[in-house]
């Protein structure tokens, strides 16, 4: 079989269980993918193709000893970069963390390992997972941006080096980059995946989440990362087929959507505003315009006040001690973060709860909220990564998001933003599954 890597890790890790083909198989495909395209693309910031290889060979050996094999078995996983794989440089994309190589896993990689798969490599972030852009490149139009913090994530799975990919999100690093790139992804509630291992600048918004190139992919890798104890879900994952849940097939009832421009509205673009409009009319009365009343009117800056208090907090110390090997752009937003008055901090965390239970009220009538993902196509060069005005409100209400690849503008992919309540990720795939068929029947 030719171009492996293009495989859904539905698929490969199928097809290395049936023997239709190895995971060295499989690893070969994407290790040349990589050697090919990471020139333009530039999404690694650690990719050790031999390495990669033995594992792949270990993977195989497992699998004729006729060992117990994981719902992953087999799969390359590209990990970004500020979150710890034992043995491989972890950098954090800075140089204050020069040369530092994890002694241990984070606990994402220890459960993504108890799963069966292979690390690939780390992947670009921006510097320490903040706004100062990376040297990777959107693999749809090397002019623009792939987004960040979770650039080479993105990139390297829409570029098919790996089927899937780790991300963080503490503004719209994960959301913001599927729309550029036109992947899926996945920032799930905060706290479902443990971020033991990883650096930390916002313990209230800080998020783990994933990229695929499709739900179902998703929908394993999440449950892969959340459970503790068995992978008897993902199991029945892969015994289940195309199916996936079963009652993704299986909605009684056509899904409502509640369309919200956000507080962001204003800084979307015509294009993007365009797109979304033409995906709600043709979702007709599935979709009904609301709008939530104050004070989430005032959430973005909710949002902003808490991540700088916070980031200020973890990241001071690399001001203070390090000033000199930051880029201009962080120094100067931890400079400006240190001015965060408490009072500003306090309030917007005590509205955290009274808007999130306005949300919840209204996902009573409703299976999800849909909006932009971003406020239009990446950017055309790279001095930003984009806005993530359209995704750190959810982030700051800690609510499950999904980014899925179904608009377009300026020949570009835009991700259609679905937003559920807390720990509600598996409803939120459902109604993602029946718009995902809806909008690519229309």
């Known amino acids: 079989m030719d171009d492996l890597n293009k495989l859904s890790a539905f698929d490969a890790v199928n097809g290395i269980r049936k023997k239709r083909f190895t995971s060295q198989q499989l690893m070969a495909d994407c290790i040349t993918r990589i050697e090919k395209r990471e020139p333009s693309v530039r999404a690694w910031a650690h990719f ?30 590209g990990i970004k970069d500020v979150i710890d794989a034992k043995g491989m440089p972890g950098e954090h994309g800075s140089p204050i963390f020069a040369n530092r190589v994890p002694e241990k896993d984070s606990e994402a990689v220890i459960q993504l390992k108890k799963a069966g798969a292979i ?11 903040n706004l100062t852009p990376s040297k990777t490149r959107n693999p749809n139009d090397l002019k623009r941006s792939p987004g960040g913090s ?3 994530s993105a990139a390297s799975v829409a570029d098919f080096h790996v089927p899937l990919a780790l991300g963080t999100q503490t503004g719209g690093s994960i959301i913001r980059p599927a729309s550029f790139n036109g992947v899926h992804g996945l920032k799930p509630t905060v706290g479902q995946i443990s971020r033991n291992g990883m650096l930390l600048q916002s313990h209230t918004l800080d998020t783990i989440g994933v990229y695929a190139r499709n739900l179902v992919d998703l929908a394993i890798i999440n449950n892969c990362l959340i459970d503790q104890t068995t992978d008897a879900m993902s199991e029945e994952i892969l015994e289940e087929g195309s199916k996936v849940f079963k009652n993704w097939a299986k909605t009684a009832e056509t899904p409502k959507f509640a369309f919200l421009e956000t ?12 797109a979304i409009e033409t995906a709600i009319t043709s979702l007709s009365s599935a979709c009904q315009r609301e709008r939530l009343p104050d004070p989430f009117s005032k959430i973005i800056d909710y949002h902003a006040a808490v991540f700088a208090a916070e980031n200020s907090h973890y990241y001071g110390p690399f001001l203070d001690n390090h000033s000199e ?12 973060s240190k001015t965060t008055l408490a009072s500003e901090y306090i309030a917007a ?5 009274k808007i999130y239970h306005l949300l919840e009220a209204l996902l009573d009538d409703y299976d999800a909220v849909l909006c932009l993902a971003a406020t239009g196509a990446a950017p055309i060069g790279f001095e930003t990564t984009g806005s993530a005005i ?7 209400l800690g609510v499950p998001c999904l ?3 179904l608009l377009t503008t300026e020949k570009m992919p835009l991700g259609l933003q679905l937003v559920g309540k807390r720990g509600d990720e598996r409803k939120l795939f459902e109604t993602a599954n029946w718009i995902e068929n809806h909008l690519k029947a229309s």
């Open 48 to 77: 050790d193709p031999e390495h990669a290889m033995a594992e792949a060979k270990k993977a195989d050996k497992k699998q004729d000893n006729g060992e117990r094999l994981g719902p992953l078995h087999g799969i390359p996983v």
């Open 119 to 129: 690390i690939m490599g780390k992947t670009v972030t921006t510097e320490m997972a």
């Open 150 to 152: 979770s650039s080479g």
């Open 263 to 274: 507080p962001a509205w204003p800084e979307a673009d015509i294009g993007a505003k365009n």
């Open 325 to 336: 090997l930051l880029s201009e752009k962080l120094r100067d937003r931890l400079i400006v």
């Open 349 to 353: 965390q005590n509205a955290r709860d």
């Open 390 to 396: 359209f995704n750190g409100l959810w982030t700051y």
């Open 403 to 405: 980014s899925l690849p």
